[in-house]
């Protein structure tokens, strides 16, 4: 049983902070930070001294004490179990010992934690130091991480790395075991420049020649002999030039080219390939008596599938939880790689900046339940490594990155994560726990889909209680954090709204306030500032006032917000449907009539498509400059993109097609079968695109999809099995909704304006192919799959909706 004890009564220390006479410099300051602290929750100023360990708060590793003869707690060797640490009170003191520094450090901030500090987010504004002049502990723990690499989140590329360190440390992320697992190939081929010169049959072998790839994407022929042997002395020599080094990385460099050439396709699949290499740097750096040495690679991209071969034992293999190829689950390549022998990490995806633009509700990292549910997933079926890539999007999700490490630690916490919501709203929001409550289950526990607009309304309304629920100014200023957040939303949200030069006006406006908001970590200002990955804007040089937000600015913002903004609340239940779209064949559904909608497009526009592995091309024919006046706009931009490719870059471009009205054919490859998408512009001069007439071309019309189709439309979408309401929203009157029948059953101009809409399903019609007829502008359906199409033949639903409704029919 713990032993309790008095560390401060009335604002007077009752314990030193104590440390070896040989302790580190890392285990130094960590005792410093342990006195700092302890004063700043006391009131009373702790000396730091050294001793043995037996009086006083002892910090350090195990063999800083050997007086207190704790070393058979730890595995002394095992580089697995290098952050474990006790934390233990006794009559005399307590103990913050760990295995080594690094778990000293986390030692200090766990005991810390104990005592009621909290660093949820990484500035000071989101630090909570308790005030208690008496304090006592009672404690008595063996630590032992279930997550040996805790990387997740690991901090943005743009953000503060100090803040985000110190961040790191306090929630124990930090690691003593360091997995290298970034793509690799590049940085070897560059230091061997000359060698890779001198033979160019290293290179792969990609359409025919052996020259480096592009975009770091170069890969090289594995069933060289002399290129592993490079590859292998390589990583010997880096060995050696660095004995302290634990692991070396082996992964791929990014995308394809994989080697072409016969030896490579009778030496194994990709996955095959990639492991040999990693396998033999493994077996070759464990040579060299510098104790037990790890290689890390990716399970990712081409090289997802499990291997044929067995994995070395110190070859680490993070499964990458998007971008997997071969139809697997990242659950079934868990199993298959697991089969061959491989320690498992995983790389997951908590947030990334080109997927989310940092807003609410679309990221991993802030979806409480997806965290909840998958990583004591991944420790049940042996993960012992994580590495995440994410934004600096804590306004979206912060909450879901402070839970994340502590999941990580403990998978056990998973089962009661309320506890941890309870804990953040309790420290950082005193007196305002139930208007933040209802902020935070919006923004990352609330599964119901909602407008953009609604979603910016709550989050304003629930800020404004908050403000008048506290007058304490910490909580204050976490509060005005969370308001200039809200705004950046807002703007989003206008901006996804608007077209031409107010699209860049408002994108211009959006940036200038990211940027001013920068220093408060809410999200990746640098990002918002490139321009989101959009064509139709221009990324802004000048970004504007780095003056901070002042308390009126704020204030300001707040009633403007409340006040422009209003929740919306619908009759009728809005569904949540993937992106994964696939061919509706599986559907059998009966032949329609073709639908009609113009080729002609002016602006941005997309479509999603699919290829068979037969035909991995679109060939399109193309007029640009269909309205004369505006011919000097520049030609139709093509991008075709692929669900597969990784590195979210087009597969395919073409830029080719003048403004001049002369049809022309454009022919776009892709290395891949499957679902891709399509994105054309022509600067607004209006230009037709017309596609083979049985290729699938489907047009997402969800609420967040802005695609402005020419002239009147009647296209058919589906009803999934046991749909009783179709609800969405129009932008104008004009046009039906036509049922399986042909029977028109509902006037859009029936609607007072703009606005949702709502119309029932009868019985024995869901399950069938509806149309919207005769529609003029916007629509967007909530509550049935938003995939338009003109026939069966060419309609893409969503997988699920697919799977779950051809089960039905057999």
Same mark, same amino acid.
């Given at each position: 049983?713990?032993?309790?004890?008095?560390?401060a009564?009335?604002g007077?220390?009752?314990?030193s902070?104590?440390?070896?006479s040989n /302790?580190?410099?890392?285990?130094?300051?960590?005792?410093?930070?342990?006195?700092?602290?302890l004063?700043r929750?006391t009131?009373a100023?702790?000396?730091?001294?050294?001793?043995d360990?037996s009086?006083?708060? /002892?910090?350090?590793?195990?063999t800083?004490?050997?007086a207190?003869k704790l070393?058979?707690?730890?595995?002394?060797?095992?580089?697995?179990?290098?952050?474990d640490?006790?934390?233990?009170?006794?009559?005399r003191?307590?103990?913050?010992?760990? @295995?080594?520094e690094?778990?000293a450090?986390?030692?200090?901030?766990?005991?810390?934690?104990h005592l009621g500090?909290?660093?949820?987010?990484?500035?000071?504004?989101?630090?909570?130091?308790?005030?208690k002049?008496?304090?006592t502990?009672?404690?008595?723990?063996?630590?032992?991480?279930?997550?040996?690499?805790r990387q997740?989140?690991?901090? /943005?590329?743009?953000?503060d790395r100090?803040?985000?360190?110190?961040?790191e440390?306090?929630?124990?992320?930090?690691?003593?075991?360091t997995?290298?697992?970034g793509?690799?190939?590049?940085?070897?081929i560059?230091?061997?420049k000359?060698?890779?010169e001198?033979?160019?049959e290293?290179y792969?072998l990609?359409n025919g020649?052996?020259?480096?790839?592009?975009?770091?994407?170069?890969?090289?022929?594995v069933s060289n002999?002399?290129?592993?042997?490079?590859f292998?002395d390589?990583a010997?020599?880096?060995?050696r030039?660095n004995?302290?080094s634990?692991s070396?990385?082996?992964d791929?460099?990014?995308?394809?080219?994989?080697?072409?050439c016969?030896?490579?396709r009778?030496?194994?699949?990709?996955?095959?390939?990639?492991?040999t290499?990693?396998n033999?740097?493994?077996?070759?750096?464990?040579q060299?008596?510098?104790?037990?040495?790890?290689?890390?690679i990716?399970?990712y991209?081409?090289?997802?599938?499990?291997?044929?071969?067995?994995?070395h034992?110190n070859v680490?293999?993070?499964?990458?939880t998007s971008?997997?190829?071969?139809?697997?689950?990242?659950?079934?390549?868990?199993?298959g790689?697991q089969?061959?022998?491989?320690?498992?990490?995983?790389? +997951?995806y908590?947030?990334?900046?080109?997927?989310?633009?940092?807003?609410?509700?679309k990221?991993?990292?802030?979806?409480?339940?997806?965290?909840?549910?998958?990583?004591p997933y991944?420790?049940?079926?042996?993960?012992?490594?994580m590495?995440?890539e994410?934004?600096?999007?804590?306004g @979206?999700?912060?909450?879901g990155?402070?839970?994340?490490?502590?999941l990580?630690?403990?998978t056990?916490?998973?089962?009661?994560?309320?506890?941890?919501?309870?804990d953040?709203?309790?420290?950082?929001?005193?007196?305002?726990?139930?208007?933040?409550?209802?902020f935070y289950?919006?923004?990352? $526990?609330?599964k119901?889909t909602?407008?953009?607009q609604?979603?910016?309304?709550?989050?304003?309304?629930?800020?404004q209680?908050?403000?008048?629920?506290?007058?304490?100014?910490?909580?204050?200023?976490?509060?005005?954090?969370?308001v200039?957040?809200?705004?950046?939303?807002?703007?989003?949200t206008?901006?996804?709204?608007?077209?031409?030069?107010a699209r860049?006006?408002?994108?211009? +406006?959006?940036?200038?306030h990211?940027?001013?908001m920068?220093?408060?970590? $809410?999200?990746?200002?640098?990002?918002?500032?490139?321009?989101?990955r959009?064509?139709?804007?221009?990324a802004?040089?000048?970004?504007?006032?780095?003056?901070?937000?002042?308390?009126?600015?704020?204030?300001?913002?707040?009633?403007?917000g409340?006040?422009?903004?209003q929740?919306?609340v619908?009759?009728?239940?809005?569904?949540?449907?993937?992106?994964?779209?696939?061919?509706?064949?599986a559907?059998?559904?009966?032949?329609?009539? &073709?639908?009609?909608?113009?080729?002609?497009?002016r602006g941005? /526009?997309?479509?999603?498509?699919?290829l068979?592995s037969?035909?991995?091309?679109?060939?399109?024919e193309v007029?640009?400059?269909?309205i004369k006046?505006y011919?000097?706009r520049?030609n139709v931009?093509?991008?075709?993109?692929?669900e597969?490719?990784?590195?979210?870059?087009?597969?395919?471009?073409?830029?080719?097609?003048?403004?001049?009205?002369?049809?022309?054919?454009?022919?776009?490859?892709?290395?891949?079968?499957g679902?891709?998408?399509?994105?054309?512009?022509?600067?607004?001069d209006?230009s037709?695109v017309?596609?083979?007439?049985?290729l699938?071309?489907?047009?997402?019309?969800?609420?967040?999809?802005?695609?402005s189709?020419q002239?009147?439309?009647?296209?058919?979408?589906?009803v999934?099995?046991?749909?009783?309401?179709?609800?969405?929203?129009?932008?104008?009157?004009?046009?039906?909704?036509?049922?399986p029948?042909?029977?028109?059953?509902?006037?859009?101009?029936?609607?007072?304006?703009?606005?949702?809409?709502?119309?029932?399903?009868?019985?024995?019609?869901d399950? @069938?192919?509806?149309? $919207?007829?005769?529609?003029?502008?916007a629509?967007?359906l $909530?509550?049935?799959?938003?995939?338009?199409?003109?026939?069966a033949?060419?309609l893409?639903? &969503?997988? +699920?909706?697919v799977e779950?409704?051809?089960?039905?029919?057999?």
């Amino acid at each position: 049983m713990a032993t309790p004890i008095a560390l401060a009564k009335n604002g007077q220390p009752l314990q030193s902070v104590v440390v070896a006479s040989n /302790a580190s410099e890392r285990t130094r300051v960590a005792a410093a930070e342990l006195a700092e602290y302890l004063g700043r929750i006391t009131g009373a100023r702790f000396n730091v001294e050294s001793g043995d360990g037996s009086t006083g708060l /002892a910090v350090g590793s195990h063999t800083d004490f050997p007086a207190l003869k704790l070393d058979a707690l730890f595995e002394r060797g095992n580089p697995f179990r290098l952050d474990d640490y006790l934390l233990r009170t006794h009559a005399r003191g307590a103990w913050l010992i760990g @295995a080594g520094e690094n778990a000293a450090h986390l030692a200090v901030w766990d005991f810390l934690h104990h005592l009621g500090y909290r660093l949820y987010f990484p500035t000071d504004t989101w630090e909570v130091i308790p005030r208690k002049p008496n304090l006592t502990a009672t404690l008595d723990q063996l630590e032992r991480p279930h997550f040996v690499t805790r990387q997740a989140p690991r901090g /943005a590329p743009h953000g503060d790395r100090k803040l985000q360190e110190r961040w790191e440390v306090r929630n124990r992320i930090a690691s003593s075991f360091t997995l290298s697992t970034g793509h690799a190939y590049g940085a070897i081929i560059k230091a061997n420049k000359k060698t890779f010169e001198a033979h160019p049959e290293y290179y792969a072998l990609v359409n025919g020649s052996r020259v480096p790839g592009t975009h770091g994407n170069t890969k090289v022929c594995v069933s060289n002999p002399g290129l592993r042997k490079l590859f292998v002395d390589h990583a010997v020599n880096t060995m050696r030039a660095n004995p302290g080094s634990q692991s070396i990385s082996m992964d791929p460099s990014d995308g394809g080219n994989w080697c072409e050439c016969e030896a490579c396709r009778a030496f194994g699949s990709v996955t095959d390939r990639a492991l040999t290499l990693a396998n033999e740097v493994a077996a070759a750096i464990n040579q060299l008596g510098l104790g037990a040495k790890y290689v890390g690679i990716y399970a990712y991209n081409q090289h997802s599938p499990p291997p044929s071969i067995r994995v070395h034992p110190n070859v680490v293999v993070s499964i990458a939880t998007s971008f997997i190829r071969g139809g697997f689950t990242v659950e079934k390549l868990v199993e298959g790689w697991q089969v061959k022998g491989a320690t498992i990490g995983i790389r +997951e995806y908590h947030d990334v900046f080109t997927w989310s633009h940092d807003l609410p509700r679309k990221a991993r990292g802030g979806d409480l339940a997806y965290l909840a549910r998958t990583i004591p997933y991944f420790y049940r079926h042996g993960a012992r490594f994580m590495n995440s890539e994410n934004s600096d999007s804590w306004g @979206a999700n912060g909450l879901g990155y402070w839970i994340t490490p502590r999941l990580l630690w403990n998978t056990g916490l998973a089962e009661n994560v309320d506890t941890l919501v309870d804990d953040f709203l309790n420290h950082a929001f005193p007196k305002a726990q139930a208007p933040m409550r209802e902020f935070y289950q919006l923004l990352n $526990m609330d599964k119901s889909t909602r407008t953009k607009q609604d979603v910016v309304a709550r989050m304003y309304r629930s800020l404004q209680a908050a403000y008048r629920a506290t007058d304490d100014a910490k909580v204050r200023a976490r509060l005005d954090d969370l308001v200039v957040y809200t705004r950046y939303v807002e703007l989003h949200t206008q901006y996804e709204l608007l077209g031409g030069a107010a699209r860049q006006q408002k994108f211009e +406006e959006t940036c200038r306030h990211a940027y001013r908001m920068r220093d408060r970590r $809410m999200l990746s200002a640098e990002q918002v500032c490139r321009g989101f990955r959009d064509p139709k804007v221009k990324a802004l040089k000048e970004k504007g006032s780095s003056t901070p937000f002042s308390a009126q600015e704020i204030k300001a913002i707040l009633l403007a917000g409340v006040e422009a903004n209003q929740p919306v609340v619908l009759n009728f239940q809005p569904v949540e449907f993937s992106n994964d779209l696939v061919p509706a064949t599986a559907l059998a559904l009966p032949a329609v009539p &073709p639908g009609k909608c113009s080729n002609r497009t002016r602006g941005h /526009a997309k479509v999603f498509t699919w290829l068979s592995s037969s035909k991995q091309s679109i060939e399109l024919e193309v007029t640009g400059g269909l309205i004369k006046h505006y011919r000097d706009r520049g030609n139709v931009s093509f991008r075709l993109y692929a669900e597969q490719e990784a590195t979210l870059e087009p597969v395919a471009q073409d830029v080719s097609v003048p403004p001049d009205g002369q049809a022309r054919r454009v022919l776009l490859k892709s290395p891949y079968a499957g679902l891709h998408w399509l994105e054309w512009s022509d600067g607004g001069d209006l230009s037709q695109v017309v596609p083979p007439p049985t290729l699938p071309w489907t047009i997402r019309l969800a609420l967040e999809d802005k695609m402005s189709l020419q002239k009147r439309w009647s296209l058919y979408f589906y009803v999934p099995r046991g749909t009783k309401v179709i609800g969405g929203y129009a932008a104008a009157k004009g046009g039906w909704l036509v049922n399986p029948q042909g029977k028109r059953i509902f006037n859009f101009d029936d609607l007072p304006g703009a606005g949702y809409f709502k119309a029932t399903v009868p019985a024995g019609q869901d399950g @069938a192919l509806w149309k $919207m007829e005769e529609v003029a502008g916007a629509r967007a359906l $909530m509550t049935v799959p938003p995939c338009f199409a003109k026939t069966a033949e060419t309609l893409l639903l &969503p997988k +699920e909706v697919v799977e779950a409704d051809a089960k039905r029919i057999k």
